[in-house]
């Protein structure tokens, strides 16, 4: 599976941004797809996630209830909006498929990621 991820950008704290990252090749509607992203100096973390058929979206709690992810089916897109954007969430985004929803929140049996895409928050 090969993915393709576009958004990100700068913005002023309080704003939103919309990241996307479009899945292909063999067997690319069967992962389960999602986001993590890596601050300056940090480890990767896990940000949202959402299984193959669109159900069962998982989210850090650092970002609950600011971002959502939803999925168009069709496309074997990802979509990841962004509101209420704080300096703390200034990162690289990656796109990541993985097996499932439950082992992709742990970072496990990962099978693909997309180039990283700047995300910067200004206060």
């Known amino acids: 599976v090969q993915l393709q991820a576009s958004g990100g950008g700068s913005v002023q704290a309080g704003g939103s941004l919309r990241l996307s990252c479009a899945a292909s090749?063999?067997?690319?509607?069967?992962?389960?797809l999602g986001w993590f992203r890596q601050g300056q100096g940090l480890e990767r973390e896990f940000v949202a996630g959402?299984?193959?058929?669109?159900?069962?979206?998982r989210y850090s709690d650092s970002v609950k209830d600011r971002f959502t992810i939803s999925r168009d089916i069709a496309r074997n897109t990802v979509y990841m909006q962004m509101n209420k954007l704080a300096p703390e969430d200034t990162a690289v985004y990656y796109c990541a498929a993985g097996v499932g929803i439950a082992t992709m929140t742990l970072g496990k049996f990962l099978q693909a990621w997309g180039q990283g895409t700047q995300v910067t928050v200004s206060s």
């Open positions: 090749g063999r067997s690319a509607s069967t992962y389960a």
């Open positions: 959402i299984r193959w058929n669109g159900e069962g979206a």
